[in-house]
């Protein structure tokens, strides 16, 4: 157990590092266009933890990073990328908007978890398919997922522009039921009871991946898959069965901000949750706890470049820049090794 | 008849961004490197040529700012690759979201806001004299954009290299067994860092029409998705240069078609998920020559 | 004249010594063949002529003129070009592009007229039966590999090295191999044939030497020599280590294999019998069906002629899962790739294919404190010198991660243990620890069989022994009725009952 700990916190430091360095490449790039690195890091953790009301807001943000983060991180752990969960977010806050209005008179104790799992078996569906054909023909899920986040956002789109428009001119569908929302904790802020459900989630994939024995061979199969195959394993299943829990838990993300922020479905809502959760996955090394902490750093980031974006010449675009840049970083173990290198030698 | 006319002009007008990003995605991945970032390489041509446009007054120098800048970022993409081994379908994601944040940046700095840049000087439509009053191929030459053409001379390019050429030869067979081509005693990485530095000029290329040619300004994540789609137009294609230009010019069919489409009452949606459906077919049940380069993703030491 | 003079060719790899002070000295206009078994070191030696490896001392003398050869290139410049064994063509490419790639006509336009003439002018000289255009992917394996050859032919290679070039033929391709291959001698060329069959050497060397474990051991003139003394050359004399008590044993039938075709190229099916208490030999050399009927016995690879039967019950259909249920225990050959996984802990691979097992699963859960107890009991019976069971199996030696995989498949009562070259990379301490095992194992009733291709373990272990040559058994007898050069024979094809395979 110790050694288990003491290995995950180098890996955390390394992607600590990997942090630091691209606000440095940040700030340098701040530097370049001739504004201050000092006054608009300050602004942004100012807009992000200056008061509990940002605070709140900060967790806020962090929980649809989060849920996409875990689903890449089990993704990863069964040794899939799951580059689709952006379009089974989408296909999760449609599915959650769409059977809230369609049984408006349902009870929220059983509203709301009814909500949450439509959603859940819509992000299954969406991940089965890529999952399926990695599995049997050994196409690439990535490709496949890439075509299918469109083909579903466009598809929501179609239905929130389309049968399901609210009338106004913006697009977004009737408002869900009071009964469908999730309830709100803190005062002003955006904050609900999804906090909750994200800490439950993390904990239950943290107990399935290491604690049972389905998790066991999820792991086996991501870990060496002829390995799992000659241990009994059937590997395929396992594969698909890797892509839809990843792509429920993806759809969480969607569900939650429909049911905790939005109230309807907003064509176009999210503002790339679903690839920045795998800067999310990769930083936080894949592990429920690495992603929590990630998640909440990049909500940091968002909230806080908010504020920096109004108060300084910078804009709050910069922020992409960094975590654009944490991405390249953790993607070539290289450069880390490079860097270590360097430090000790 | 006029209608018709106005399609097809239409059609080749919209099929530019498309198919250069194909061309992107074919150079780059016949020669065994996974490219995600093709929406990222446009979307910095596409500022790089509003940039070089603002600063010098004259549009073609966007154009040559665009493919500098492109071919600049393919050479890093490839670095990051092959030099560093890094997840290829990462740093695709990784480029994407660099591109989009820094144009952004980069347009508060130049422009004082955010969101769009002013109006620059733009490449304008040209109309062919002589050729524009042919019968039925006039749709060509009558208010084209020049980028038209230029799409027309690169498709020819690398179809030419690939297909007549010794290097053509080697680089393809670099994407199906670079080890084959090693023992050959072919340099496969050299190859591999030319073909990327094309592949960005291009995405450069094809971004630069979007800024300079079809809109006169830069507006943040104007790509929007062509790039992504040119990747479904180079594996509908079949991973070839003609093969690119025909998918690009089906998907554009399918683009222009919703500015004809109210009669047909078909929504919008519908007719832009064509593209990507199509694709997923082709991925999913034709056979194994919609697989792509038989090496592709693979690095040799 | 020699065409190739390697003196004291020195070459390691992590952990192995691959070639150790190698001298090889090829006469011009020969067809020298380089013999040897699996692991001795002839594909290194040859893979440093064509310079894809560098070596680590000795020098090398080409055509008498001193030379470093630092890539395929220089190889091609001396006039050396090589046939891969696993062939290094471009499948989607046509025969003519394949030939020509690296090396076309025109300076920067692709001539393929010229190209075309010159290929021709080659492919009629040597009267191969080739069709330019057709795409690699299609032709049959000797297809391929006259493609290969013709390939070295047009870089101008005087020189050819061929290794293991029969592996993956047809007896009719194999004698139109030798055919060309003559045919190229008479034009002047030079040949060097990378090969362990003793039959091929016999029928088609002017000279031969005989490398192992890394060194030269003799280079003779074919003429002078017999099969036998070859086999005895091959195989030499080794330490003896544990030997096993043998006796005729009369215990159940654990392990009955019925007219199982085992690949490709096996003709007649196998018919094999273990029993309890018995340790059954699999000898031969390595790509000589082991690996498949290591397969189709575990359940990796489907059984599509013939029938197993475990303690009397049909397991042809069963999943790897039942059939390790019933009490298979299995020490793949490539451990890092089928037995164990390197970024997870010591007691993990404990884990692995008992998850579900009633003593670790309670509930869906895994039952930690009993795997923790296991893994502690375990490493210490097997003497595994590790950090600790939550350290990475990555980071244990060779012998330990084996000693691990033992401990694992033979705690939980199997009746059958596949063993498949179970002392590949050990250190000797290791060595006998595993022998000693499955000797116990065999002891407490437990039927064993071993895969070895190390012919000294398998007679110093097996009571019965069954060679296996191009996926058949050539030969099945119980241990000590053949010595080890008799056994050798059998190994490189020839038959029981005197016919040569």
Known sequence: MKTRLKSFAGDLGSSLFSILIALAIGALIILAIGENPAEAYQALFKGALGSSQSFANTLSKMIPLAFTGLAVALGQRGGMLNIGAEGQLYAGAMATTLFALTFPGLPAIVMVPMCLITGFLAGMLAGAIPGYFKAKHNTSEVIVAIMLNYLITLFTSWLVNGPFKAPGSVSQTNPIPAGAMLTKIWGNSQLTTALFLLILFAAVQYLFLWKSAKGFQLRAVGGNRFASISAGIKADRMMILTMMLSGGIAAMAGSTEVMGKYGCFIDGFSPSFGFTGIAVAILGRNHPIGVLLTAFLFGVLDTGALRMGRVTNVSANIIVVVQSLVILLVSAPEIIKFFKRTKEG | MDMMFQFVAMTLKLSIPLVLGAMCGTIAERGGIILLGVEGLMLIGAFSGVLGSYLTGNAYMGLLLSMAAGAVLGLLYAMFCLKLRAHQSVVGVGVNMFASGLTAVLLKVFWQREGMTDPVVSVKNVSVPGLKDIPVLRVLFHDQSPYLYLTFLIVLGVWFVFYRTKAGLRYRAIGEQPFAAQTSGINVNRYRYVAMAAAGMIAGIGGSFLSLSQNNLFVVDMVAGRGFMGLAANIFGGWSPLGSLGAGMIFAVAQSARFYLPDIHIPTQFVQMLPYALTLFILLFVGKKAKGPEALGQLVS | ?501
């Open chain 3, 1 to 501: 004249m020699y065409a190739i003079d390697m003196r004291n060719i020195t070459k390691r790899f992590p952990g192995v010594l691959a070639n150790d002070q190698v001298n090889l000295q090829v006469e011009e206009k020969q067809i020298h063949c380089l013999l040897g078994e699996n692991g001795c070191g002839k594909s290194t030696l040859m893979n440093i002529l064509f310079g894809l490896h560098q070596p680590d001392g000795g020098e090398l003398y080409i055509r008498e003129r001193k030379t470093r050869i630092s890539n395929p290139n220089d190889a091609y410049q001396l006039g050396i070009g090589m046939v891969h064994q696993h062939f290094m063509l471009v499948n989607q490419m046509t025969v003519l592009e394949n030939i020509i790639l690296g090396n076309e006509c025109g300076s920067f336009l692709l001539d393929r007229k010229s190209s075309r003439q010159k290929v021709l002018a080659l492919v009629t000289e040597f009267g191969f039966k080739l069709n330019l255009d057709d795409r690699v992917a299609d032709l049959s394996v000797g297809m391929k590999q006259r493609v290969e050859i013709v390939k070295t032919l047009y870089r101008g290679a005087d020189i050819i090295i061929l290794d293991e070039p029969t592996a993956v033929l047809t007896p009719q391709e194999v004698s139109e191999l030798f055919k060309i291959l003559k045919q190229l001698q008479k034009e002047g060329r030079t040949i060097i044939f990378i090969t362990h069959k003793l039959n091929e050497t016999m029928e088609l060397s002017n000279q031969v030497t005989v490398l192992r474990k890394g060194q030269k051991v003799a280079t003779v003139n074919t003429k002078d020599t017999t099969p036998e003394e070859l086999a005895s050359l091959m195989v030499g004399r080794s330490v003896e280590h544990v030997v096993s008590e043998r006796k005729q044993t009369d215990g159940e039938v654990v392990l009955k294999i019925e007219e199982l075709m085992v690949n490709s190229k096996a003709v007649h099916p196998v018919n094999l019998a273990l029993r309890a208490g018995e340790i059954l030999g699999i000898a031969g050399v390595e790509g000589n069906g082991q690996q498949e009927l290591e397969e189709l016995l575990v359940g990796t690879m489907a059984v599509k002629n013939g029938k197993l039967f475990l303690s009397g019950q049909d397991i042809t259909r069963l999943p790897v899962a039942k059939r390790k249920k019933l009490g298979i225990g299995y020490i793949p050959a490539d451990r890092h790739k089928n037995a164990m996984i390197s970024s997870f802990s010591v007691a993990e691979n404990y884990l692995l294919g008992f998850e579900h097992d009633a003593c670790y699963h309670h509930r869906g859960f895994v039952k930690r404190k009993q795997l923790k107890a296991d893994a502690h009991r375990l490493i210490e019976e097997f003497t595994v010198k590790a950090a600790g069971i939550d350290h990475p199996i990555g980071t244990l030696s060779g012998g330990n991660q084996q000693k691990v995989i033992l401990g694992r498949e033979v705690s939980h009562n199997p009746v059958l243990v596949i063993a498949a070259q179970p002392i590949r990379g050990l250190d000797i301490g290791a060595i006998e620890y595993v022998h000693k095992t499955l000797l116990r194992l065999k002891a407490e009733g437990k039927a064993i069989l071993l895969i070895s291709a190390e012919l000294s373990e398998i007679m110093n272990l097996s009571d019965r022994i069954a060679v296996f040559y191009e996926g058949e058994i050539s030969a099945q007898f119980p241990n000590g009725a053949y010595n080890k050069e008799e056994i050798g024979l059998f190994m490189a094809g020839k038959k029981a009952g005197g016919e040569q395979a």
